[in-house]
T-cell receptor
Framework: DSGVTQTPKHLITATGQRVTLRCSPR?????VYWYQQSLDQGLQFLIQ???????AKGNILERFSAQQFPDLHSELNLSSLELGDSALYFC?????????????FGDGTRLSIL | TQLLEQSPQFLSIQEGENLTVYCNSS?????LQWYRQEPGEGPVLLVT?????EVKKLKRLTFQFGDARKDSSLHITAAQPGDTGLYLC??????????FGTGTRLTIIP
């Protein structure tokens, strides 16, 4: 058990819809990272928040947004969903802000777009 | 184009055999990590290597970082079914983000 909690575990929705994925980091961790894992693209970094502020951005689409709340949990919002957005979405957390520190991953949210 | 190429993509061997998987790039990384991911779970960090030429051992697993910090290898001795999983390398460029490799899916046959 990594201590990182992601909800929901599975999400099925239709094209054009909007969903919110939730992540609770390990106790004491200030950084939250979001990743997308698909069969053709592998594990791709989307965005990182540190102590409530955006710290680094990766291959995140404009239709996607994220935030980290004062209690350090984070949400990833995906809108105008397309078939290609079907993937596993992982959240990871770490103590500090540098990404070379150990990142602890949740078990992911599997998003299926019909 | 993937920044980090891993080979082989798939590997299936008998229990007790040795194996090596590779992680290659044309970029220089400040550090490199190896993860193992099992079905239905997130990746779990195995090791971080930082110095060119560095070798780290974790029980039957030996990790090496290339001298030029562009590549890495993972060697498993006497593989066991519990070693089955997706092995991912991840390199850090500067201090901004981890870039994950394409992965090696390893199956150990009892």
């Amino acid at each position: 058990d990594s201590g990182v909690t992601q909800t929901p575990k599975h999400l099925i929705t239709a094209t054009g819809q909007r969903v919110t994925l939730r992540c609770s980091p390990r106790s004491g961790d200030l950084s939250v990272y979001w990743y997308q894992q698909s069969l053709d693209q592998g594990l791709q970094f989307l965005i990182q928040y540190y102590n409530g502020e955006e710290r680094a951005k990766g291959n995140i689409l404009e239709r996607f947004s994220a935030q980290q709340f004062p209690d350090l949990h984070s949400e990833l919002n995906l809108s105008s969903l397309e078939l290609g957005d079907s993937a596993l979405y992982f959240c990871a957390s770490s103590v500090g802000q540098l990404p070379n520190q150990p990142q602890h991953f949740g078990d992911g949210t599997r998003l299926s777009i019909l | 184009t993937q920044l980090l190429e891993q080979s082989p993509q798939f590997l299936s061997i008998q229990e007790g055999e040795n194996l090596t998987v590779y992680c290659n790039s044309s970029s220089v990384f400040s550090s490199l990590q190896w993860y193992r991911q099992e079905p239905g779970e997130g990746p779990v960090l195995l090791v971080t290597v930082v110095t060119g030429g560095e070798v780290k051992k974790l029980k039957r697993l030996t990790f090496q970082f290339g001298d030029a910090r562009k590549d890495s290898s993972l060697h498993i001795t006497a593989a066991q079914p519990g070693d089955t999983g997706l092995y991912l390398c991840a390199g850090l460029l500067g201090n901004e983000k981890l870039t994950f490799g394409t992965g090696t899916r390893l199956t150990i046959i009892p």
